[in-house]
């Protein structure tokens, strides 16, 4: 990363400075780089003079002055073609302009690369899992549960960038009572469809998706389950009705590009004998208690934990969480993937401290396991709340929101706010064809792009790239906007590195929109195809090239796509 280059080569003046005694003997600290906050301010600033002062200090008592630390350090910086200049300013910070030379030469970088431009190489040998979206198989999706998958696909896709091996999860919640009553009511609707009335269950699913699915067990089972004893008839049915239940979740979330490399039964927990290993092994390391007749987890032995917490009721039946616990052992205790990322909604927030605890009693680092909670999304038309209940069976699907605005769309918009906000979805927003509506401003950006280069190649330029005589053109671009353009595109490698140290993508929709502005002005103030001035057309040519693939790269990791024509 650009970043660390210059980290590294700070780090090689302050030693080269106290190898020729310019600089005492010290301890420095990690040199840190950052784009200050000023414009006209550099390209980037670090304070490591106002560091190695505070070190210089602990270590010998000595107080120094940071401006003079600051030119001791310049005046041993390494010669590298990346730095234009690096200067001294107020206290003893050191701005750094990046050489135009340099940034010309990047974009022989950017196509070289292509779509691996912004991967960043962090992640090596680390396996990691994101387990999102998990809804209940009880019926389709709301539309809230999009942006669970799109904030853990667009998580996965950005771990995947910076060099993790990323398993995606899909945890299906098929063992617990809300299956229970989805099996019973779908029973009950498949035998008002052969005629017969049998009582809805009290907590059941009314929604009218019941229906279907009872007809597509009528049309593969006939009437064979009214022949049955209830509660063997229940049983049989539960497989049917998971299997076609995650047939239907696959085929909705594949309608906005989300697709998982594991769907993981919660009944599997139980089959294979894991909710037992996984309760025998906190027993043998003495975090069980037996009390009131049930067994506890001793959560409140851990901090932000008040109560201890059931994982077997006194009928011998075990709690959610006892899955939970047994899930978790599987990940890390079995599987040993080295993080875990769990995407929950806002509404499981009081579950977190016992997942804590749940670690720490597993011998774990509890910071091995990410709770990313998000908030609710409001969907708006017209400028009114939509407000749907899925127990009504009145439901919104996610299906039914990408009709209305598209799956990129919805995605994009999903990612616009941190996770802990809520967000509101304008519907009219969303499919307007206008610079307001962000998604399509991005989207018409990179169309607009390849619809110059089109226009190139009718024209008879040639729009790939060479090596060596390209590089001599590419020294050409010196407009502000063609700098400013290439500044823009190198920020794509800190941004990806952003959303893995906040564990969220929700900058990237920020830094598309930037980017395609920072396009457009280039386009704007520099004339791309000039027959009167091939070689600089070619240069321009190819820059415009570079930001296309940037810009796609981007979209892609949002999970949105990148069209060459709207």
């Not at 840190?32 to 106002?50: C, F, I, R």
């Not at 910086?77 to 750094?96: C, H, K, M, R, Y």
């Not at 039914?400 to 996770?419: H, I, K, M, Q």
Request: charged share 25%; with cysteine; proline share 4%.
């Amino acid at each position: 990363m650009l970043i660390d280059t210059l980290q590294e080569l700070f780090t090689q003046a302050i030693a080269a400075a106290q190898a020729t005694g310019d600089l005492p003997a010290f301890d420095m600290p990690p040199v840190e780089v950052a784009h200050p906050k000023q414009e006209g301010h550099g390209d980037y600033s670090t304070n490591v003079a106002l560091i190695a002062a505070s070190a210089i200090r602990q270590a010998t008592g000595d107080k120094v002055n940071p401006r003079q630390l600051a030119q001791a350090i310049l005046d041993n910086l390494p010669a590298a073609d990346l730095i234009g200049a690096a200067e001294l300013a107020g206290p003893g910070f050191i701005n750094i302009r990046l050489s135009d030379r340099w940034l010309q030469s990047q974009v022989l970088t950017v196509l070289q690369a292509s779509a691996h431009f912004g991967d960043i190489a962090i992640g090596q040998d680390q396996r990691w899992q994101v387990e999102y979206v998990s809804a209940n198989p009880t019926g389709p999706i709301h539309y809230g549960g999009a942006r669970n998958a799109a904030l853990g696909d667009g998580l996965a896709n950005v771990l995947e960038a910076a060099g993790y091996t990323v398993q995606r999860e899909f945890y299906v919640n098929d063992a617990g009572n809300q299956f229970g009553y989805f099996i019973e009511s779908l029973y009950a609707r498949y035998a008002e469809l052969l005629g017969q009335s049998v009582p809805f269950p009290e907590n059941g699913y009314p929604g009218e998706y019941l229906i279907d699915y009872a007809r597509q067990v009528i049309d593969e089972y006939g009437d064979k389950f009214l022949h049955m004893d209830k509660a063997a008839a229940l049983a049989e049915l539960r497989e049917i009705a998971r299997k076609l239940v995650v047939v239907m979740l696959r085929a909705e979330l594949d309608r906005i590009g989300v697709q998982f490399d594991n769907w993981y039964s919660e009944q599997t927990l139980y089959d294979n004998g894991l909710v037992e290993q996984a309760l025998s092994h906190l027993d043998a390391r003495g975090e069980l208690v037996r009390r009131d007749g049930a067994v506890w987890f001793q959560a409140s032995k851990y901090p932000k934990n008040d109560k201890d917490e059931v994982v077997v009721r006194s009928n011998g039946i075990p709690t959610y969480f006892a899955s939970d616990i047994a899930y978790h052992y599987d990940k890390f205790l079995v599987r040993k993937f080295d993080r875990v990322v769990n995407v929950w909604g806002v509404d499981h927030q009081g579950h977190v401290p016992r997942m804590a605890a749940m670690m720490q009693a597993f011998g774990l680092d509890p910071d091995r396991l990410v709770i990313l909670m998000y908030d609710l999304v409001k969907l708006v038309r017209d400028g009114v709340e939509v407000k749907l209940s899925k127990r009504a069976g009145n439901l919104l699907t996610i299906s039914d929101v990408v009709e209305e605005v598209g799956a990129d769309a919805l995605r994009f918009n999903l990612l616009t706010r941190s996770p802990e906000s809520v967000i509101e979805f304008d519907l009219d927003l969303a499919v307007a064809q206008t610079n307001e509506n962000p998604v399509y401003y991005v989207q018409y950006s990179h169309a607009r792009i390849c619809s110059i280069l089109a226009r190139a190649v009718k024209a008879g330029f040639d729009v790939e790239h060479d090596g060596e005589h390209d590089a001599t053109l590419l020294s050409l671009l010196e407009h502000p906007s063609e700098l400013a353009l290439l500044r823009k595109m190198l920020e794509l490698e800190e941004q990806v590195l952003l959303a893995v140290e906040k564990l969220s993508p929700h900058n990237l929709p920020h830094y598309a929109i930037d980017l395609a502005k920072t396009f457009n002005a280039f386009y704007r103030d520099c004339r791309v195809v000039d027959p009167d001035a091939p070689e600089l057309s070619r240069a321009r040519l190819m820059l415009s090239q570079a930001a296309r693939i940037v810009l796609a790269r981007v979209l892609r990791l949002m999970g949105v796509s990148a069209p060459e024509s709207m």
